[in-house]
């Protein structure tokens, strides 16, 4: 998946409140297509259950 404006931060606050609770995030493609600071946020709240990364993230609290 080529990173681009189109599919910047896709998986973001407002796709992760959509998701029922305990989802698990499997991201093997692009760093870039998540909000790294959505993500830790709902994983947080317990949104995200469980969250595998193939891909360069810089997460920062």
Known sequence: MSL????????NDAT?????KGVRIINVARGGVIDEV???RDHDSD???QRAL???MSFTR
């Open 4 to 11: 681009t404006p189109a599919n910047l931060k896709v998986f």
């Open 38 to 40: 959505a993500l830790l």
């Open 16 to 20: 992760f409140v959509k998701m029922k």
């Open 54 to 56: 193939d891909v360069g």
């Open 47 to 49: 949104i995200i259950a």
